[in-house]
């Protein structure tokens, strides 16, 4: 009779020197956060787990609109702390590959109101990893607009150097839709769309932010080999 096959033991390996173990409290992380959806580790290399975390506040005037998110990935959600919001303090559910996104808060004018949550997906380990986000006419509901881009990572990426492009790519687009009224006036039905809110996204101010710590690296590390001449 032939030999009954061993069970294969996985073994995770350890992590690699440049690679240490991180841990963070998600509260304190986003208490200094400059947008509404921050990595909280700066590891974006191909195969890597990214968990991101992202806050919402109620107040006066305050609107996210919404947006919809296309994933070629899975994204996990767990709810740390909500009040007065869609979602209930310690929920977790997997999201669609396509899904909408907004503030989750019941009522955006509420003060007190706000959603804090972390947001996890894998990178894949090659090859493309499709991803986009659009907008739909908020009168009859017809997609005015779509930003198709290349979520991967390369295999050393980090956030420095690799800026989440879920965050950066789309604002670039979006600010030409924001500036266009014809790209935001509905061919169907002929409503003129409100600019998407980016600045209460904080997109833009992580990117402008992301590109100036690029550069000051780089400064830094000029300035170290001038002083080592």
């Known amino acids: 009779m032939p030999q009954a096959e061993q069970p294969r033991e996985l073994v995770?390996?350890?992590?690699?020197?440049?690679?240490?173990?991180?841990?963070?409290?998600?509260?304190?992380?986003?208490?200094?956060?400059?947008?509404?959806?921050?990595?909280?580790?700066?590891?974006?290399h191909a195969g890597a787990i990214v968990p991101a975390s992202s806050l919402f506040l109620g107040g006066p005037g305050q609107d996210y609109g919404q947006f919809y998110h296309h994933n070629s990935v899975?994204?996990?959600?767990?709810?740390?702390?909500?009040?007065?919001?869609?979602?209930?303090?310690?929920?977790?559910?997997?999201?669609?590959?396509?899904?909408?996104?907004?503030?989750?808060?019941?009522?955006?004018?509420?003060?007190?109101?706000?959603a804090l949550f972390t947001v996890t997906q894998r990178q894949l380990d090659e090859g493309p990893q499709p991803e986009a986000l659009s907008l739909i006419c908020s009168a009859c509901r017809k997609q005015l607009f779509k930003c198709e881009f290349d979520g991967a990572s390369s295999p050393e990426a980090v956030e420095l150097d690799h800026p989440f492009a879920t965050l950066v790519v789309p604002q670039e687009q979006l600010r030409e839709f924001n500036a266009d009224a014809a790209r935001r006036t509905c061919p169907d039905c002929g409503h003129v769309n409100?600019?998407?809110?980016?600045?209460?996204?904080?997109?833009?101010?992580?990117a402008s932010q992301s590109a100036a710590m690029a550069q000051a690296r780089q400064a830094l590390i000029r300035a170290s080999a001038k002083g080592s001449e």
Do not use: C
């Not at 996990?76 to 996104?101: P, S, W």
């Open 194 to 206: 409100a600019p998407f809110p980016l600045r209460a996204w904080g997109w833009d101010l992580y």
């Open 74 to 114: 899975d994204e996990v959600i767990i709810a740390f702390a909500a009040n007065e919001a869609t979602l209930e303090t310690g929920q977790v559910y997997t999201g669609g590959r396509v899904h909408g996104v907004n503030s989750f808060l019941k009522d955006q004018t509420r003060p007190g109101s706000f």
């Open 12 to 44: 995770i390996p350890p992590p690699r020197a440049d690679r240490p173990p991180l841990r963070v409290n998600v509260f304190n992380a986003m208490q200094k956060a400059n947008t509404t959806l921050t990595l909280l580790f700066p590891y974006l």
